[in-house]
């Protein structure tokens, strides 16, 4: 075995304080030593032993493949050439509880490999005793657990972006609530207003949640122009033969901070369309059609089939002012309209920066 | 009755701007004068044009590179008694705040905003 893997001088390899382990049935003496070293050499862990005194005396394959030593260049050396400097104080309070007959049990810690590299690992150390039950070494299994670590931060940093997103888009959804209150004329008018935007920006922000194998983690994703308008005009929608709106053009991915202004800037067009325009009339249709040219984004809302649409007179509402103040605010771009006898159509112009960020 | 601190001018600095349109909207109704910023170049140009300011109210992601950490920073350089309240989804860096800054953590209402401007035009705290 390599490395003199086999336990020196005829030691009971034993489980802490338990006692002596049971032999493998129908097995005793030399040929159980060998089938427990076969156990040990075999291991993905790195399993090695050390005296009282931090020298290494045994060296398994896996402890080779994890920390870069040959059993021929570890064994005899002291155990603190896998310590970084900033942990040499771990190794004396190790022994000092190995000497005491006492274990350490899955001790997360960071080593050091030949290379110079760092690794997470988790370290149990037990002790060995000898046929009269002293302790004369320490058996010591180190498992690489920098994957785990790695995914434990990745899903720290989702839940920590989780935890700004949800408070934001309570406090977003506090206000508009609140500038909702300010144009409704009664209560149930802002019951349906308010809950019919805080929807559309529960159906935009759930695009940004990736669906992946259901135990697999969600994780945030790029939502993009496309899809974000099949999310907001998706309760007026039809099936099949009878959709009503029709998204055409180029698409694009659509940075986050533009993505709740967006969402509700589209349902006050599909909410506006469904009260006085085409979406209010069984045959009307809506086509928004996305161009790029030149840095802008244009997405053109053209009406058909509806009703005949005037310009609307001294409309001071909330839609109104959302509509104006998030293009010319919160989009930096610009907007008109167009009330043609056959249908009202929106024209919507963007810097391309601006929407994909 | 006349509001208390009417006429008191109060710089809104807020990416979002429902929630900043909903600030600004309180204090509006309350005869305060508001300024408001989406981004620190901004609010660091109204403080500069500004003739006073009585109150800062930050956030700290902002639409640019700056966070209202910088912001409350530069605004004290230039009016180092103006009272600041962060109001923020972020988690709090108190080793960053400006001296006796308030950290009010999102979600909040902008009446809970005015209350807290109130109390520290009032008391100092």
């Known amino acids: ?357 | 009755m006349r509001a208390p601190f009417a006429g008191r001018t109060v710089l809104v600095v807020e990416d979002d701007w429902f929630v900043r349109e909903d600030i600004a909207n309180w204090f509006r109704q309350e005869g305060w004068m508001v300024l408001e910023a989406a981004t620190g170049a901004k609010a660091l140009e109204l403080v500069r044009e500004a003739q006073t300011i009585d109150v800062v109210i930050t956030d700290i992601g902002l639409a640019d590179a700056m966070t209202g950490w910088d912001v409350a920073e530069a605004v004290r350089i230039m009016s180092p008694e103006v009272p600041v309240i962060y109001a923020s989804g972020e988690p709090d860096n108190d080793g960053r705040r400006v001296s006796e800054g308030v950290f009010m953590s999102k979600p909040l209402t902008a009446h809970d905003l005015l209350l807290a401007c109130s109390r520290l035009l009032s008391t100092g705290r």
């Open chain 1, 1 to 357: 075995l390599s490395g003199g893997l086999a336990p020196p001088g005829g030691l009971q390899i034993t489980a802490g304080a338990s006692g002596p382990a049971a032999c493998p049935e129908g097995l005793s003496g030399e040929r159980a030593a060998q089938h427990y070293a076969a156990i040990v050499e075999s291991s993905a862990d790195a399993i090695l032993s050390k005296d009282l005194n931090g020298v290494i005396m045994s060296w398994n394959r896996g402890a080779e493949l994890l920390f870069g030593y040959t059993a021929e260049e570890a064994v005899g050396k002291s155990v603190t050439i896998l310590i970084p400097a900033d942990r040499h104080d771990e190794e004396p309070k190790i022994l000092e509880r190995v000497r005491r007959g006492e274990s350490v049990d899955h001790y997360e810690t960071i080593r050091q490999r030949k290379d110079g590299s760092l690794i997470d690992i988790s370290l149990t150390v037990s002790p060995i005793k000898n046929e009269r039950g002293e302790i004369i070494a320490a058996s010591k299994i180190a498992r690489d657990i920098t994957e785990s670590k790695r995914a434990q931060a990745r899903q720290e940093l989702l839940l920590r972006e989780m935890d700004h997103r949800v408070k934001n888009l309570f406090a977003l959804s506090i206000s508009v609530l609140s500038l909702s209150g300010r144009s409704a004329n009664s209560v149930p008018q802002l019951v349906e207003s308010a809950g019919a935007r805080l929807s559309a920006l529960a159906r935009a922000h759930a695009l940004t949640l990736s669906h992946g194998p259901a135990n697999a983690p969600r994780s945030t994703k790029q939502t993009t122009l496309h899809s974000l308008i099949e999310a907001i005009i998706a309760p007026h929608q039809g099936e099949g033969e009878s959709r009503r709106l029709s998204i055409v053009g180029c698409d694009m991915e659509i940075s986050g901070p533009v993505l709740s202004s967006l969402a509700l800037l589209l349902h006050e067009f599909a909410t506006n369309s469904v009260k006085y325009g085409a979406l209010s009339a069984t045959a009307g249709r809506v086509q928004i059609h996305c161009a790029a040219r030149s840095g802008t984004v244009v997405i053109n809302w053209t009406e058909l089939g509806g009703p005949p649409v005037t310009s609307p007179i001294g409309n001071h509402g909330f839609g109104e002012f959302l509509i104006r103040a998030t293009v010319t605010g919160q989009l930096g771009g610009e907007i008109s309209r167009e009330w043609k006898p056959e249908g009202l159509v929106i024209r919507l112009s963007v810097p391309r920066e601006r929407l994909t960020g």
